[in-house]
């Protein structure tokens, strides 16, 4: 089971409008890009991925 979507995903349309509207959206996402290699929020996410086997 694997997170099938990423932080970024979690903002809203307004959350990403107002960090645009400060000039700060670039560095929001490079702080979520590094955030993203924090193996202790590995898998969260909004959905969910199962990859199972049929027997």
């Known amino acids: 089971m ?3 979507s ?4 979690m903002l809203t349309d ?6 645009k509207e ?4 670039d560095e ?5 890009i590094e955030a993203a290699k924090d193996p ?5 996410s909004s959905h969910l ?3 199972g086997r049929k027997k």
């Not at 990423?6 to 995903?9: D, E, K, N, P, T």
């Not at 929001?28 to 979520?32: A, G, I, T």
Request: proline share 0%.
């Open 2 to 4: 694997i997170g099938s």
């Open 6 to 9: 990423s932080l970024r995903a």
């Open 14 to 19: 307004e959350q990403q409008q107002y960090w």
């Open 22 to 25: 400060r000039g700060e959206y």
């Open 28 to 32: 929001l996402m490079q702080y979520m």
């Open 40 to 44: 202790s929020i590995l898998g969260i």
């Open 49 to 51: 991925l199962y990859i």
